[in-house]
């Protein structure tokens, strides 16, 4: 079903979903979740949904309760050597390689958790990059 791109729109879908019986919510990464990560994580929350988001700035600003991330630092850096073969080492696009970036981070935010009254796991705590004041 198509959503207006008005954040209402998106709060009103999250609430809907949540009325079918929905435990959890996957965002994505497309822009529309970005540009309206705070309607949809205070939706998600007002509906004790639990919140993975694949996108940090979602994650650190939006509120999302957990995610495998690539930092926008190191997608910034990938970007940067691509654009440098090009332009500086004359090489031409089509010969650079496509690569991806090999390690998400898990990240876990703490305030997110708390406010579903939910503890994350132990095991998840270890490995994670648990954010406990998130921007935003």
Do not use: W
Request: hydrophobic share 50%.
């Amino acid at each position: 079903r198509c959503v207006s791109s008005e954040s209402s729109g998106a709060g009103a879908l999250v609430s809907a979903i949540a009325r079918q019986g929905a435990q959890a919510l996957y965002t994505g990464s497309e822009q529309f979740m970005v540009d309206h990560r705070m309607a949809v994580m205070r939706a998600a929350t007002a509906n004790r949904l639990a919140t993975f988001s694949p996108h940090e700035q979602v994650l650190r600003e939006g509120h999302a309760l957990f995610g495998l991330a690539v930092g926008m630092e190191s997608l910034g850096r990938l970007t940067a050597r691509k654009a440098a073969a090009v332009l500086l080492s004359g090489a031409a696009p089509a010969s650079v390689p496509v690569d991806t970036l090999a390690r998400p981070s898990l990240m876990i935010n703490m305030p997110a958790a708390a406010a579903l009254d939910l503890y994350p796991p132990v095991a998840m705590l270890a490995r994670a990059e648990v954010l406990r004041n998130p921007v935003g």
